[in-house]
T-cell receptor, first 112, second 115 residues
Framework: GQSLEQPSEVTAVEGAIVQINCTYQ??????LSWYQQHDGGAPTFLSY????GLEETGRFSSFLSRSDSYGYLLLQELQMKDSASYFC?????????????FGKGTKLSVIP | EPEVTQTPSHQVTQMGQEVILRCVPI?????FYWYRQILGQKVEFLVS????????KSEIFDDQFSVERPDGSNFTLKIRSTKLEDSAMYFC?????????????FGPGTRLTVL
């Protein structure tokens, strides 16, 4: 079966740094994505790691270790608007389909 | 900026009725998906569609569900006989044929309420 584990809730202070971890067990693995979802909104793509290492996009970075089946999303210089749910998602199928299996999400609350 | 659109934004129906949820994917995308999200839970994959046929489907996508691309722009999800447990937010998504990020662009969703 497929399973992705991530913390259910995280609280951090505005301006700080927060790391959201994700461990996965899937039958196949082709990459780890991160999506942001504000309450009532649609998931929005943040980053993708197909290979080991760190990917940086502005204030957000994402890391993958395939040998450890582990990744994380790092948010720097937190802003109030970063309060949202963050989902890790695995692309676990090969050519012909890019379906995503999502984790249960981490609700991030940014406080002043 | 191109975006995925979905209609209606909210659909209320009686148990046992058929519903059709509509989506217009981004025009140059070739892969289309439906996901659902029960309130407060994770996003769950339903089905992917490529080259006018289903490429993958989950256990949730049983015989009550079907998808269609009736023309060059629309992508629909039909639920033949709705059940109470079908109440959820349904998201359509699309992605390009190539690219290294495999980014999927999600529509705003249709909230389906089955009474």
């Amino acid at each position: 079966g497929q399973s992705l584990e991530q913390p259910s809730e995280v609280t951090a202070v505005e301006g700080a740094i927060v790391q959201i971890n994700c461990t996965y067990q899937t039958s196949g693995f082709y990459g780890l994505s991160w999506y942001q979802q504000h309450d009532g909104g649609a998931p929005t793509f943040l980053s993708y790691n197909g290979l080991d290492g760190l990917e940086e996009t502005g204030r957000f970075s994402s890391f993958l270790s395939r040998s450890d089946s582990y990744g994380y999303l790092l948010l720097q210089e937190l802003q109030m608007k970063d309060s949202a749910s963050y989902f890790c998602a695995v692309r676990d199928s090969g050519a012909g389909s890019y379906q995503l299996t999502f984790g249960k999400g981490t609700k991030l609350s940014v406080i002043p | 900026e191109p975006e995925v659109t979905q209609t209606p934004s909210h659909q209320v129906t009686q148990m046992g009725q058929e519903v059709i949820l509509r989506c217009v994917p981004i025009s140059n995308h070739l892969y289309f998906y439906w996901y659902r999200q029960i309130l407060g839970q994770k996003v769950e994959f339903l089905v992917s569609f490529y080259n006018n046929e289903i490429s993958e489907k989950s256990e949730i996508f049983d015989d009550q569900f079907s998808v269609e691309r009736p023309d060059g722009s629309n992508f629909t999800l039909k639920i033949r006989s709705t059940k109470l447990e079908d109440s959820a937010m349904y998201f359509c998504a699309s992605s390009e044929a190539s690219g290294s990020s495999f980014e999927q662009f999600f529509g705003p969703g249709t909230r389906l309420t089955v009474l």
